[in-house]
């Protein structure tokens, strides 16, 4: 007989990927253990098997519900918007979507290599998606300045990134209202010499 899915089964699944994302953060993904993992829960090793039959498993769980979400949150039908506010929009939620990940962060720079490779293409596919999504405000705002040049076109969508990862780096316990004003900032940076590119 099947065993019964219980009622708070996706609460608890939530909980092992936040402690997950924690433990991997802080021992390694390779160090930490299943056992750790348990520890950390408090549930059993065997309950944590329940949900997951891996480590792995487990770790690509993580990312992919971290970065599927992250590219769901950015990449919002907007088109309605005026670019420059659809950059000011997107801007925004990504230093927002950052607030309370440094773990996950961690674990995305450091684990997504160990995964296989199909399942390294399918996350690196949510933060292409990403990319392209921004790549594609940039260029609305300004067509006539990068015309076909898509390397000039991908070297100033990566410089924005380059600015939130940066300040994701060294001012991860920032606020809300903080995060607002640095989104502030690179928009008007970007919108001021995007044009001059």
Known sequence: MARTI???HDEKRAQILKNAASVFAAEGFDRASMSQLAQACGISKANIYHYYNSKDALLFDLLDNYLRDLRDNVCQDDS???????LRKTVSVILKA??????LHQV?????PTLPASEQELLRGYQRDMVRYLSDIILSIAPD????DTVKLRATTMSVFGMLNWYYMWNSGAGSEAREDYATLVSNLTLSGIRGV
């Open 145 to 148: 300045v990068f015309g076909d």
């Open 108 to 112: 995305q720079l450091t684990a997504l």
């Open 6 to 8: 219980a009622k708070d």
């Open 80 to 86: 309605d918007m005026q670019p420059d506010d659809r």
């Open 98 to 103: 950052y607030q309370g990940a440094d773990d």
